[in-house]
């Protein structure tokens, strides 16, 4: 059994292994050897929530360069977003319907999205395939805007609220954004640190007690 992955080594296992092979791969720096999936094992990830908005991939139609999760197209689309204008749609949509744009399955795994020919001499375009995670998130982290809407209305507080809080997850790219989440990370693990640290000091003293009273 593979130690990473926990597949069984045996024929059936890499059939079952070899049949999930496919041309789109999520960036992850422990496992950077590991094959790419299909596209219904990519659905699947992010219909189950383990791949988010940030989440970095490339596949067919980013030209295999690596790109954050709400730009990608086929896959955005079913994490509630649009890949071309950044509009709140469904996974079950086939359109956008605020900028026409098509959501797409894209099926063949065989199909890495790359041009046939010979690419052209002269500066590369686009991002280099090695480029840091965060590098990737500078690049690609410019602000999107919601398409603006036909009439103005009188919002009520509770939906300005929520508004506000759709705001605040689009800037989640910029850097100061994430500077303060490794912040408040830090901050609740020292919390949980010393909650545990007073756990364990109660108990020593409630049993250096009860001796004492022996």
């Known amino acids: 059994m593979c130690r990473v992955c926990s597949t069984l080594l045996d024929t059936n296992g890499l059939l079952l292994a070899e049949g999930a092979i496919g041309p789109w791969w999520v960036r992850k720096e422990e496992l950077t050897f ?7 094992n990519l659905a699947e990830l992010a219909l189950s929530g383990k791949i988010t908005l940030q989440t970095i991939v490339r596949g067919p139609t980013t030209r295999q360069l ?18 071309n204008c950044g509009e709140h749609v469904s ?4 359109t956008c319907d605020g900028c026409n744009a098509q959501f797409l399955k894209f ?3 065989n199909n890495l999205g790359l041009e046939l020919g010979v690419p052209p001499k002269g500066e590369a375009s686009g991002m280099s395939s090695f480029l840091s995670d965060a590098e990737i998130f500078d690049t690609q982290s410019t602000p999107l805007t919601l398409p603006p809407k036909a009439q103005v209305q009188q919002v009520p507080e509770s939906v300005k609220s929520n508004q506000a809080e759709e705001s605040a997850e689009e800037s989640v790219g910029s850097p100061q954004f994430r500077s303060l989440q490794r912040r408040l990370e830090q901050g609740k693990r020292r919390v949980l640190a010393l909650s545990i640290l007073l ?4 108990i020593l003293i409630g049993i250096l007690i009860f001796m004492l009273r022996g």
């Not at 690596?66 to 890949?83: N, Q, T």
């Not at 756990?199 to 109660?202: D, S």
């Open 34 to 40: 590991r094959p790419g999936i299909t596209y219904d």
């Open 66 to 83: 690596w790109k954050v999760a709400r730009r990608v197209k086929g896959l955005a689309h079913l994490l509630g977003r649009c890949h």
């Open 91 to 94: 996974p079950d949509d086939r």
């Open 107 to 109: 099926i063949d795994r």
């Open 199 to 202: 756990i364990i000091a109660l």
